[in-house]
């Protein structure tokens, strides 16, 4: 051992990546997070639309740490970083760093907006694709006994704030699910009555795609029958309505919002260190802070400019930041030192249906099967897991071939407590 | 259709079967239950001690309404039934029956002891599964971090009541998931360090099965490393410790409870109904209610006598009498009558670890590997769905090659609520 302890703080994809490059190395390696595994977070809509268990889309941090000698996990919620000390602080004690690799993700920002952030779903957390997938299925269970033709078709009204991947990877599947599931589950109900109504602030969905996909991506939902609203915002909203901005009233139970986010909390508690848009953490070239270059920030965390703007908070970013973060940190402990961070863009894709999607990637653009095809094999590819792959593999093989998704699960955890 | 209505009350074994009896006729079948699945209630065990995901042991039940023409499903809570009025009340409406099947189950019995029933784990739904797992490898997560050794060894010490099947089966996977794995994730965790202890108030194990398969179930366990306590009792529980009768204390903060079951609720809510041993509604040799031949209590619920004893709580009695009942209910309808119901015995069996179980049926008594893939193989073939079978097989597979269970995630629920 170099004797060097480096702690990662967040084991999403910069963490992970980071902890990947240094596991082969001889430096001390400690690895923090709140929970026990790494959590694929682009699958996770998949969990809240039935169409994945949520085991499947975690992997135990353990089961990294198991093959790694050096390299130790610590569950423990992180309260803050002394930068001077050189410790983080955790619910379970202090721990001391020489180097640190700040990679703790990012939080849902409803832009102060309290009464969404009260009504809304997002999907930032596996218990949260959970609670969203029982919400949606009781929707279904409660519609039917519903006498108020108003109120039932409220319960039957899904509104998605942001046409970004995530809402509109999310409209597909929820209006996949039902059609060809929920719809036949209950006879009572037609698919034609539901709606799943997207706003989008702008005037196009995908718009860090180019043009032409954002098109068909647009023509694709509409024609599977969700109503996109580009050019507007939600401003409020209650257990059963979403305000739009005009005044414009959508009765609805289900408010999914996927229209922001913002940097983790821990951000906010580095003291003196300077935030930028979103309250992310203001990077150098060589993703440190500035007079603290034992510290790297990585991924949504980052504040990472390139060519003037700030680089997307997406999954690759993150992976590469994160091995950028761990060969830093290796080539420094060898004398060496890397040039600057250069994020190489490989390109973006998104699903909308079952053989449908878009995807871009070194210029050239593909929709519709093959992007679909694409789509579905990087990311098993990216899953982390052989189980995990295959259990994704077979539910997928599943729905494709059987129209039906089995995890359609209600299992809401407020039940009558045991009586003695 | 005949035009009368069944309904079926708890989509356990016994309410299962019975539907799938009715389902093939024509009468109108109402099948009632407070989840939207059918758990399969003896793999319970194997989620607790991250063997499973919790959705392989569950299967939709609309799932079976969607093939079933004339079948319906109604998600509620029961709360009594009004023999004379004929309907059962439920928290989504009155239910009006011609006939109806009693199929409830049972819920833990702690013997009016309030400290036990506080601080002990029971296996009877899918989430107390999720709880166990989480708590178990919580334990493991916080004993290295505890400076106490007193307190540490209260970490690592599981005690489980009951030495019936269900008891025997979790000890044996608990010892496995800790020697396997847990101790392989925690590097300052050894197996021998940690201890299960085995609390039975009978003289041996497994009181149903033969002798020479008591002592093997009691050698094996033990050669594992599982601590067995006959003639044992527990008679109290705090948080952190479980107290004997006789006044010895055993320090753990895992209390396992199998050692009673008693019937569900709603036995209790059938006025003047008459109640067996352990809140059982006493049937008639038809498996009806004395003075209501149109109503059906089948399974644990059921107090039913054959030679002088009742019938055990145990799932295959509840087919027998759920596919009984279905069978009566169409004799009826066609004018016919069916002899009394009589449970054929075909055995039973319990594993304790890999290649290791016991089992009897028809005079035969089988132990050891064996015994052990004829568990696995009726398992399977016993569980609803090709899904399901699938994923559980596939874990199966996977835990007996690598030695691993990857469902060793704590998804505790009580996490920071967003802020805005």
Redesign the interface.
Known sequence: MSGKRVVIAGMGFGGLRAAKVLAESDVELIMVD????HLFQPLLYQVATAGL????I???L??L??RWSGA?FL?A?IGGVDLNEKYVMTD??KVPYDYLVVAAGS??N?F???SV?AHAF?L????QAEDLRNHI?LMF?QAP?EPDPKRRSALLTFVIVGGGPTGVEFAGALRELIVYVLS????GISAAETRIVMVEAADSLLTAMPVELRQYAYRKLNSMGVEVMLESRVVGATAESVELHGGTIIDSHTLFWSAGVAAA?LAGYLHGVELGASGRVVVQPDLTIMGHPDVFVVGDMACCFEQGAPLPMMAPVASQQGEYAGRTILAREQGRSLPPFHYRDKGSMATIGKSAAVAVTAGFKFRGYIAWLAWLLLHLYYLI?F??R??VM??WT?AYWFQ?R??????A?K??A???
């Open positions: 709140r929970n026990n595994y268990e949520q085991e499947a975690a992997y135990p353990r089961g740490t198991r130790s569950l919620e379970a004690g939080r849902t409803f102060g907006m309290e952030a997002d930032k957390r596996l218990d299925l269970e006994r036949q589950d209950h006879p909390e897991g189980r995990n295959l259990v077979m539910n599943y039906e089995q995890v359609r699960l209600i299992t955890k039940r009558r045991v009586t003695v």
